[in-house]
């Protein structure tokens, strides 16, 4: 089955600066990509996603890379604020079998 | 709409005891899941479903049990609770059609298994 690697598992930055989360992936079937952020004490909440047809996608501050050759997708936050602290979660799925997760970043914007 | 709602918030179980974690949504979505989250290890899926009387064992699912006999709520049941099942605990829905859509979850509930 799928196994989904992240990296690091916290994270801190100075607010302005910018913060990079790494996950690989073990199952080249996965084609779908999604970023959940986790606030204390709340559920996760989707931030963005990407499929295996685009290379790159943003939105506003946060953008996602993916490389299927090298199995291995990104989170980009640019000009981190003192709201982007939070825990973050990488997944994988085919589309075809429920999303399994990675074990999350806990990001922490130092102001 | 008030989206994924679970309760209790919190609960405190004796070893041996048993419990229902209730998850209702109001979407009308007809994916739902389980999940557990233990500290630095992620959520791991206990039990999904894709429709009403339909239901999936997860990776983790011994010592839960699920049914789905309605659309709107997936309750979670734990027998003979063990302190290996301390954990928060979380419910989530997708809308039908695919497993590419966004999820989402309910607040979580914390158990204790003491």
């Given amino acids: 089955g799928e196994?989904?690697?992240?990296?690091?598992?916290?994270?801190?930055?100075?607010?302005?600066?910018?913060?990079v989360i790494k996950c690989t992936y073990s199952d080249s079937a996965s084609n779908y990509f999604?970023?959940?952020k986790q606030e204390l004490g709340k559920g996760p909440q989707l931030i963005i996603d990407i499929r295996s047809n685009v290379g790159e996608k943003k939105d506003q501050r946060i953008a996602v890379t993916l490389n299927k050759t090298a199995k291995h997708f990104s989170l980009h936050i640019t000009e981190t604020q003192p709201e982007d602290s939070a825990v973050y979660f990488c997944a994988a799925s085919?589309?075809?079998?429920?999303?399994?997760?990675?074990k999350g970043t806990r990001l922490s914007v130092i102001a | 709409?008030?989206?994924?709602?679970?309760?209790?918030?919190?609960?405190?179980?004796?070893?041996?005891?048993?419990?229902?974690?209730?998850?209702?949504?109001?979407m009308n979505h007809n994916y739902?899941?389980?999940?557990?989250?233990?500290?630095?290890?992620?959520?791991?899926?206990?039990?999904?479903?894709?429709?009403?009387?339909?239901?999936?064992?997860?990776e983790v699912p011994n010592g839960y049990n699920?049914?789905?006999?309605?659309?709107?709520?997936?309750?979670?049941?734990?027998?003979?609770?063990?302190?290996?099942?301390?954990?928060v605990y979380f419910c989530a829905s997708t809308r039908s059609g695919s497993l590419y859509n966004e999820q989402f979850f309910g607040p979580g509930t914390r158990l204790t298994v003491l």
């Fill in chain 2, 1 to 26: 709409n008030a989206g994924v709602t679970q309760t209790p918030k919190f609960r405190i179980l004796k070893i041996g005891q048993s419990m229902t974690l209730q998850c209702t949504q109001d």
């Fill in chain 1, 34 to 36: 999604p970023w959940y």
């Fill in chain 2, 66 to 87: 699920v049914s789905r006999s309605t659309t709107e709520d997936f309750p979670l049941r734990l027998e003979l609770a063990a302190p290996s099942q301390t954990s």
């Fill in chain 1, 94 to 102: 085919s589309g075809n079998t429920p999303l399994v997760f990675g």
């Fill in chain 2, 32 to 58: 739902m899941y389980w999940y557990r989250q233990d500290p630095g290890m992620g959520l791991k899926l206990i039990y999904y479903s894709v429709g009403a009387g339909i239901t999936d064992k997860g």
């Fill in chain 1, 3 to 19: 196994n989904v690697e992240q990296h690091p598992s916290t994270l801190s930055v100075q607010e302005g600066d910018s913060a």
